[in-house]
Nanobody, 123 residues
Framework: QVQLVESGGGLVQAGGSLRLSCAASGRTFSTYAMGWFRQAPGKEREFVATITWSSSDTTYADSVKGRFTISGDNAKNTVYLQIYSLKPEDTAVYYC????????????????WGQGTQVTVSS
């Protein structure tokens, strides 16, 4: 099992920035990639970004390209999500995710989930 703990969420004004962190523990040797999803009120959970540990390749949802940056520290088993120019529509619970293989990344089907951290953007 892998445990994921997010931090860094909060209330931010539109136009501001925020950095989310997610620390993994447990059987982290099985981690192939990590990433983020989000779920806005009344909407389904959606993919945000992924970073692959071996190559540091990153993938983003079209809706966040240019404003979100995912990065990671493999040695610390930690992934970050830097968010710039926050918009009210970015308000959501942000979930950290961990993948154990390539197929999971392709199908956006993580093996493990964090509990989520709330990001609220005021206009």
């Amino acid at each position: 099992q892998v445990q994921l703990v997010e931090s860094g969420g909060g209330l931010v004004q539109a136009g501001g920035s925020l950095r989310l962190s997610c620390a993994a523990s447990g059987r982290t040797f099985s981690t192939y990639a990590m990433g983020w999803f989000r779920q806005a009120p009344g909407k389904e959970r959606e993919f945000v970004a992924t970073i692959t540990w071996s190559s540091s390749d990153t993938t983003y949802a079209d809706s966040v390209k240019g404003r979100f940056t995912i990065s990671g520290d493999n040695a610390k088993n930690t992934v970050y999500l830097q968010i710039y120019s926050l918009k009210p529509e970015d308000t959501a619970v942000y979930y950290c995710a961990s993948y154990t293989n390539f197929q999971g990344v392709i199908w956006r089907n993580p093996a493990y989930w964090g509990q989520g951290t709330q990001v609220t953007v005021s206009s």
